[in-house]
């Protein structure tokens, strides 16, 4: 984004990109011709990955099609690549559906709501990260029962939200939109005073749930003694210790590895923090699966104690793959040295606040390649929403609070008053996002129902209910 150019400029952008993608042509979703087959594409993406967990990912995203949705961000990648784009170039989440947002703790201690998933962040146009946020909503709305008249309010409250955010941000100095934030305790205020106390109590114990949520309850939750000393507890195969994974020689390397991996993250870390981190000893580890797109992905979970058993430390090490909207761009050269930087880089960008513990780093020869990772805590104050209980209205309030996060994310990663100046003071926006998110929905359903038929086939491997 421009740094420096005059807003007079930078408005003038907004305007000129309207002229090449009108705001009604936000609602068009035509598959294109030859559309590769989304069964295909998803199981291209799982070249690489550990093959013994990849019915376990299957599984997931059968279990519906908003399920199916959360994992195919690839999928949406190849779609939204293959239309025409407001070419407003900023960082993207790169996957921001519902599920993406949620509650966790700032270095301040501090419970903030922010979108917290970044394995495919990467530039691109901002109206991506938006499409994929309200055809999440379309899809939630449909898994819960609600009518089209329903689902579409859902959807216009959250496009208008991000929209007059993105306004407000465009008015601001620049320290303002740094500083902005969704805290817990102003949100359960505004809240309360929009949709009643009723909701705001709901947010309030959101909040005390969250809190709850550190480092010492993983703690007590996933470890256990094993002859006195304290050790991540086997909850196979979403939990498997190292010893358990393989014999003792190659454990020893296999932790090793992640020992050498730990001391090239540290470097990634700031002075002060590099200084927390060492007060800090290795003591075991563990193979996790975790989400739906990101199972069979290499991702271990690390114990360390500080000052006794009674001080402890949860770090997460997550393989770092390219981003599904790199080849949607179509990068000319690397913009990172690796993809854990970059998960990071654009982690720190949108994000409001950030783990003190995030980091990366690359490993040569990790299971005989050089593989890339990214370091942040297992949980800190971690909280997300419960979308399958919600009503209309508590899915709308959600939405909009997703919208205004995204805006928020987008202001600090693009070029906000460009994109203003695109959205315009009227509805035309959220109107056409209706309509896309609708479309898009559609399409979800349809492969979806591809993925179960090739799982029926047995082209593909599922296991139910992990």
Sequence with gaps: MPTHADPAARAAAGSAARDRLPLKRLAEFVPASGRTDPVALLTGQEAGRLPELLPIRHGRMLASPLAFYRGAAVIMAA???????????????????????????????????????????????????????????????????????????????????????????????ELDVWYARADIDELRARVGRELGRKRGRRLARAGIKARARDSLHAYRKLTTLVDGQRRIAADPPLLTPVGDLVPDLARKHLEDQIRELLAGYRDSLADDRRRLFDAFEFVDMARKVVG??????????????????????????????????????????????????????????????????????????????????????????????????????GLGAYGQLCGWTLARAHARGGDRIAIASYLGGGNRFERALVTFAETYADQTETDHAAFAGAVRDGRIAAADGI
């Design 292 to 393: 739906v797109g990101s199972v069979g992905t290499r991702c271990w979970i690390v114990l360390l104690t500080g000052r006794d058993d009674g001080d402890p430390l949860l770090l997460q090490i997550k393989e770092a793959g390219p981003s599904v909207l790199a080849t949607a761009v179509g990068d000319a050269e690397p913009l990172w040295d690796s993809d854990g930087h970059r998960v990071v880089a654009g982690q720190r960008i949108m994000q409001a606040a950030s783990d003190i513990f995030l980091g990366w780093h690359s490993v040569a020869g990790f299971d005989g390649r050089t593989r890339d990772f990214y370091v942040r805590q297992l949980r800190d104050w971690k909280g997300s929403a419960v979308v399958g209980a919600m009503d209309p209205a």
């Design 79 to 173: 779609d939204l690549a293959a239309a025409a784009s407001s070419g407003l170039v900023g960082d993207l989440c790169g996957d921001a559906h519902l599920a993406n947002f949620g509650l966790y703790a700032s270095p301040e201690r501090r419970l903030v709501f922010d979108l917290n998933d970044f394995d495919e962040t990467h530039p691109g146009p901002f109206e991506w990260d938006v499409k994929r946020l309200v055809a999440s909503l379309a899809l939630a709305g449909r898994a819960n029962g609600f009518k089209r008249k329903e689902r579409s309010a859902v959807v216009l409250a959250t496009a208008r939200r991000y929209r007059e955010a993105m306004i407000d941000f465009a008015a601001m100095r």
